[in-house]
């Protein structure tokens, strides 16, 4: 008789409880942790990641081929001798040991012996980039997630909605996870707007009494365009706080925009596919507490991924400190911040923290000299009113041999049909200078025409570079 292994018996729940505090433990606890006492901590966690990676083939390799031999990382300033890898060795290793990947612990032959959740991330040509999610994976990011909405004033008995699907994308169930196993909160599932409609969103809100919302700033910004448009009172509903992903704000405006139409605080969150939700906004919004008991964070020169000191803008480099399915060692996300130190905060928890999202090196244009990155731009277009807020940059070359060039133009949408469109191509075009610090070419199209390339309704994720520059 085959044995079954039961998800609830996977995990001794109590210690990881005390390993990984939920609130309002963690304010007590791990989220007051001295500096010496963390790294301790920390040390602790990551030299069982690593031995855990000596047995895996992808880090076997790597380490290898970097001089590296079991015992040679001894202590947390180790990591540096560990080489980096980003999601396109990720890619590599799928292929080298399909259908999981060799970074991986086990393959799909072992799945009746471990209750896993498959979930993928990326996509966009060929399969997915899968991984796999254990119970210590799948749990510790729920408690990431929860430890982030209490500090943002999330309690038991809210009704939090959530446009992320609950898909092979992680982000929803994160979030979900979190809500409804570490909160004491009931998660309103709804999706994004290719599940729920946008409409539809608004109606179910007001009718089941969402408290507060989960979903990106991009999102946020389209259900209160449809809200306009409808004749819907964003004020009828009982909207208290919205758990966002703001993407690049660094003015603060896209935050001032969304708290002067839903008429609640915005907070702003970091995370990714493979660590979760790591970085958070508190009520003071003075920076993203990181759960460091969690994650271990460096950074790196977005062109020759040399170290860089905390608090110089680079690209952010993860290593899970909880995650063996699969270890995540020094995984260059190329997503672009900066670290904050740490301090006392007004609401009482001392971690370090992040600053707001830079960017993505990966869909960095260089123009001129000039690294340009598409989320840049979100900031300048939303700020006029005469357009959508709709925008997808596209990156070409142009001139041909030794005269070949990067170039990028934006597409950015008009209001409506009535607005001038050579004023608004050329108000745009000195904003973007001045926001970018390089000229960028501007294409003014229609209302709703870009949809189908930015998958704003659709999606969860809304896509804002559309490179040619890999057909050329």
């Known amino acids: 008789m085959n044995t079954i292994p039961y998800y609830w018996q996977s995990l001794d729940w109590p210690s990881l409880m005390r390993d990984y505090p ?9 989220g007051q942790l001295s500096a010496d006492a963390m790294h ?26 970097a001089g590296l031999m079991p015992g040679d990382i001894r202590r947390l300033e180790d990591i540096t001798l560990i080489p980096s890898f980003t ?38 040509t060929g399969l997915p980039r899968v991984t796999l999610f254990n119970a ?12 982030a909405l209490y500090a943002q004033g999330a309690r038991p008995g809210d009704v939090i909605q959530i446009t992320y699907t609950l898909g092979l ?21 709804t999706g994004s707007g290719a599940v729920t409609s946008s409409e539809r969103q608004l109606e179910y809100a007001l009718a089941w009494g969402t408290d507060s919302w989960y979903a990106r700033g991009d999102y946020l910004a389209r259900l ?4 306009h448009e409808t004749g819907f009172d964003l004020s009828r509903l009982r909207t208290r706080r919205l758990h966002s992903f703001l993407g690049t704000d660094e003015s603060g405006l896209i935050r001032k925009q969304l708290e002067e139409a839903w008429g609640a605080p915005v907070f702003d969150n ?98 001129r000299g000039t690294n340009v990155y598409p989320l840049a731009c979100q900031s300048a277009i939303v700020q006029d009113p005469r357009t959508s807020g709709d925008y997808l940059c596209v990156a070409h070359y142009r001139g041909e041999g030794l005269a070949r060039r990067e170039a990028m133009t934006v597409r950015i949408e008009r209001r409506s049909p009535e607005i001038d469109a050579k004023a608004l191509e050329d108000d745009m075009r000195d904003a973007l200078h001045r926001t970018l610090g390089v000229k960028v070419e501007v294409e003014i199209v ?27």
């Not at 209160?224 to 809200?227: G, I, L, N, R, S």
């Not at 559309?466 to 050329?472: A, G, I, P």
């Open 224 to 227: 209160a365009q449809v809200a």
């Open 87 to 124: 999601s396109d060795d990720l890619k590599d290793a799928i292929a080298d040991g399909p259908p999981f990947g060799t970074h991986h612990p086990f393959g799909r032959e072992a799945l009746a012996h471990h209750p896993v959740r498959i979930q993928t991330s990326g996509g966009s």
């Open 136 to 147: 210590t994976a799948i749990e510790v990011q729920g408690i990431q997630s929860a430890r």
């Open 270 to 367: 970091y995370g990714s596919h493979e660590i979760g939700h790591v970085a958070f906004d508190c009520e003071a919004r003075d920076g993203k507490h990181l759960s460091e008991d969690t994650v271990y964070i460096e950074f790196s020169d977005v062109d020759t991924g040399a170290p860089l000191a905390w608090g110089e803008r680079g690209n952010l480099v993860a290593t899970s400190l909880h995650r063996g399915v699969p270890p995540i060692i020094r995984y260059n996300l190329r997503d672009c911040m900066r670290g904050i130190a740490r301090a006392r905060c007004a609401c009482g928890l001392e971690t370090l923290k992040l600053s707001t999202f830079l960017g993505r090196s990966d869909d960095m244009v260089k123009l």
């Open 22 to 30: 939920p609130p309002p433990h963690y304010e007590r606890s791990h």
């Open 169 to 189: 994308p992680n982000a929803g169930w994160c979030a979900h996870d979190g809500i409804h196993k570490w909160l004491g909160a009931s998660p309103l599932a």
């Open 446 to 472: 229609e209302k709703g025409s870009l949809a189908r390339l930015t998958g704003l309704d659709t999606q969860n994720k809304a896509k804002r570079l559309l490179d040619l520059r890999r057909t050329s």
């Open 40 to 65: 301790a901590l920390q040390q602790q966690r990551f030299l069982a990641r690593v031995e855990e990676a000596w047995k895996v083939p992808f880090y076997q390799r790597r380490w290898h081929a």
